[in-house]
């Protein structure tokens, strides 16, 4: 098991930019795959950016050109870079990350999610 911790969520202006970090404690080397989704009353969670299994990165197409996801090379943080935000980014922003439920060959894999942080932007 690993927790997660953001911050950086607030407040702002459409365009403007706002920087989200997440810093996982625990067993994060069995970390598989890391990443953001976000929320919004009455709609499931959506993914946002995450690095995948093999370290590929994988972006929701609303954000594409305007987020970027990066993390430390001990990969127990990683961070997310909102750039040119719009209203429609308005949302709770939640840290996730996989680990294995145990040890051998392929166990399953188990979520872990930060507590959230509020992203409001703007028009």
């Known amino acids: 098991q690993v927790q997660l911790v953001e911050s950086g969520g607030g407040s702002a202006q459409a365009g403007g930019s706002l920087r989200l970090s997440c810093v996982a404690s625990?067993?994060?080397?069995?970390?598989?795959?890391m990443g953001w989704y976000r929320q919004t009353p009455g709609k499931p969670r959506e993914l946002v950016a995450a690095f995948t299994i093999g370290d590929t990165t994988n972006y929701a197409d609303s954000v594409k050109g305007r987020f970027t996801i990066s993390r430390d090379n001990a990969k127990s943080k990683v961070y997310l870079q909102m750039n040119n935000l719009k209203p429609e980014d308005t949302a709770v922003y939640y840290c996730h990350a996989e680990v294995p439920s145990g040890w051998g060959l392929n166990p399953p894999l188990v979520d872990s999610w930060g507590q959230g942080t509020q992203v409001t932007v703007s028009s």
């Open positions: 625990g067993s994060t080397f069995r970390i598989v795959t």
